[in-house]
């Protein structure tokens, strides 16, 4: 469904900038069934700034229910740097704001609980919402309690009645992916502790430009974050983003507290990132514009690469069956021509195929049997850990190809 107005401050100014053509959910892995079915759909994947806040969003939007369904097969926690990422997030957040054994913690979007497992092992409550099936069930074998639903109001006064409010609320890659910020907003206000806070990570949009993360663009993420326009909706709100810390995770994150107005000292960080936002003139049309040529101009040298690798007889697969890594396959219309397969570490995708491109998904010890020349590693931000994972394979000699932000051979 076409989005005609701002989701932040619902102006009407919208301005397309990035076009990257129709494509399937990033996140939909295909079993051969579903390919012979035939009935795959794609979505217009476009991006807008408003001229009146700057928030950035997707021009089109896709039902939640299509996104996060019985389909959704993404795990958090599945690699050690994400896992050790929970962990000093959960350590940071116990210390800071001294949480003890009756203080309940709620991780929206929680996944396989892997967050919440290290706030349990300080010894907080903790509770899980996550409406995709599959993972919700994972975390409730995991021993973490889940409700598996769509967070909203209404499912926020059902919980307060039943666990009361929560000291700290966590959204891991989540606040950009709901389409109405309102509603959620509107949630958090009547979970959230007077004096609570409401933690939330997301890609800033400046580093996704600067570093020509264009992958990290897909269907779920429906706003890219800037935090001139966010905090200017959070303010609409009643609340405010009171500190702000940079993490590496991801390509470049940014871990965001929020609180109610003036209950807490509002931190320099904050002023800090607005003004580098400003500095760097993110919110210039021509800026993004140029962004938009470079992404071109990356997906040439890619397929220019592939291509010339493939006249040379080498055989190349692909390595980390992620997300974003299927928008630079479909956008760069890189399948099975190209990669003979590729292999992940998730036990939920293997034996699947990758929406649109279709190339089988196998574990890694395929790549180490076959010796494959080339291996293109889709998950970028995790490339140092899938070297090292597959160290076997380049001490014989194979090599990697990393495609972003500069397409390289390893």
Same mark, same amino acid.
């Given at each position: 469904?076409?989005?005609?107005? #701002?989701?932040?401050?619902?102006?009407?100014?919208?301005?397309?900038?990035? &076009?990257?053509?129709?494509?399937?959910?990033?996140?939909?892995?295909?079993?051969?069934?579903?390919?012979?079915?035939?009935?795959?759909?794609?979505?217009?994947?476009?991006?807008?700034?408003?001229?009146?806040?700057?928030?950035?969003?997707?021009?089109?939007?896709?039902?939640?229910?299509?996104?996060?369904?019985?389909?959704?097969?993404?795990?958090?926690?599945?690699?050690?740097?994400?896992?050790?990422?929970?962990?000093?997030?959960?350590?940071?957040? #116990?210390?800071?704001?001294?949480?003890?054994?009756?203080?309940?913690?709620?991780?929206?979007?929680?996944?396989?609980?892997?967050?919440?497992?290290?706030?349990?092992?300080?010894?907080?409550?903790?509770?899980?919402?996550?409406?995709?099936?599959?993972?919700?069930?994972?975390?409730?074998?995991?021993?973490?309690?889940?409700?598996?639903?769509?967070?909203?109001?209404?499912?926020?006064?059902?919980?307060?009645?039943?666990?009361?409010?929560?000291?700290?609320?966590?959204?891991?890659?989540?606040?950009?992916?709901?389409? &109405?910020?309102?509603?959620? %907003?509107?949630?958090?206000?009547?979970?959230?502790?007077?004096?609570?806070?409401?933690?939330?990570?997301?890609?800033?949009?400046?580093?996704?430009?600067?570093?020509?993360?264009?992958?990290?663009?897909?269907?779920?993420?429906?706003?890219?974050?800037?935090?001139?326009?966010?905090?200017?909706?959070?303010?609409?709100?009643?609340?405010?983003?009171?500190?702000?810390?940079?993490?590496?995770?991801?390509?470049?994150?940014?871990?965001?507290?929020?609180?109610?107005?003036?209950?807490?000292?509002?931190?320099?960080?904050?002023?800090?990132?607005?003004?580098?936002?400003?500095?760097?003139?993110?919110?210039?049309?021509?800026?993004?514009?140029?962004?938009?040529?470079?992404?071109?101009?990356?997906?040439?040298?890619?397929?220019?690469?592939?291509?010339?690798?493939?006249?040379?007889?080498?055989?190349?697969?692909?390595?980390?069956?992620?997300?974003?890594?299927?928008?630079?396959?479909?956008?760069?219309?890189?399948?099975?021509?190209?990669?003979?397969?590729?292999?992940?570490?998730?036990?939920?995708?293997?034996?699947?195929?990758?929406?649109?491109?279709?190339?089988?998904?196998?574990?890694?010890?395929?790549?180490?049997?076959? %010796?494959?020349?080339?291996?293109?590693?889709?998950?970028?931000?995790?490339?140092?850990?899938?070297?090292?994972?597959?160290?076997?394979?380049?001490?014989?000699?194979?090599?990697?190809?990393?495609?972003?932000?500069?397409?390289?051979?390893?």
């Amino acid at each position: 469904m076409k989005k005609t107005f #701002c989701r932040m401050c619902k102006s009407k100014k919208l301005r397309k900038f990035l &076009d990257l053509g129709n494509q399937p959910l990033s996140d939909g892995f295909l079993t051969k069934e579903m390919i012979n079915l035939g009935k795959e759909k794609k979505y217009p994947l476009q991006v807008c700034m408003c001229m009146n806040c700057g928030n950035l969003q997707l021009a089109h939007t896709v039902p939640a229910n299509e996104m996060f369904g019985d389909n959704y097969l993404y795990e958090s926690g599945i690699t050690k740097a994400v896992k050790t990422h929970f962990a000093g997030l959960a350590e940071e957040l #116990c210390k800071e704001f001294s949480l003890g054994k009756d203080t309940l913690v709620i991780d929206i979007g929680s996944n396989v609980g892997a967050l919440l497992e290290s706030f349990k092992e300080h010894g907080t409550k903790v509770l899980g919402i996550d409406p995709a099936s599959r993972v919700a069930k994972i975390a409730v074998a995991r021993g973490v309690p889940t409700i598996n639903e769509f967070f909203s109001y209404e499912l926020a006064r059902k919980i307060v009645q039943e666990y009361g409010h929560a000291k700290i609320i966590t959204g891991t890659n989540v606040f950009a992916h709901i389409d &109405d910020l309102y509603g959620l %907003m509107e949630g958090i206000n009547e979970l959230l502790d007077k004096d609570g806070v409401f933690v939330v990570e997301v890609p800033h949009f400046l580093e996704l430009v600067n570093n020509l993360e264009y992958d990290t663009i897909y269907h779920e993420h429906a706003s890219y974050i800037l935090i001139k326009p966010t905090q200017a909706f959070l303010q609409k709100q009643g609340f405010e983003i009171f500190k702000i810390k940079k993490t590496s995770m991801h390509g470049g994150t940014l871990r965001i507290f929020i609180a109610r107005q003036k209950t807490r000292p509002v931190s320099d960080s904050v002023k800090e990132i607005i003004e580098i936002e400003k500095k760097q003139k993110i919110f210039s049309l021509k800026k993004l514009k140029q962004f938009a040529g470079k992404v071109k101009q990356q997906k040439k040298e890619l397929i220019k690469l592939l291509t010339k690798l493939k006249k040379q007889k080498k055989k190349i697969v692909g390595a980390g069956a992620a997300a974003k890594g299927n928008t630079l396959l479909n956008y760069c219309k890189i399948n099975t021509n190209f990669l003979g397969y590729i292999t992940d570490k998730s036990e939920l995708k293997i034996g699947r195929y990758t929406p649109g491109t279709h190339i089988p998904i196998y574990n890694d010890q395929k790549l180490l049997e076959d %010796m494959p020349d080339y291996v293109l590693i889709l998950a970028w931000n995790f490339a140092e850990e899938i070297m090292h994972n597959l160290s076997a394979y380049k001490e014989k000699g194979g090599k990697f190809v990393i495609p972003i932000p500069l397409v390289e051979v390893v």
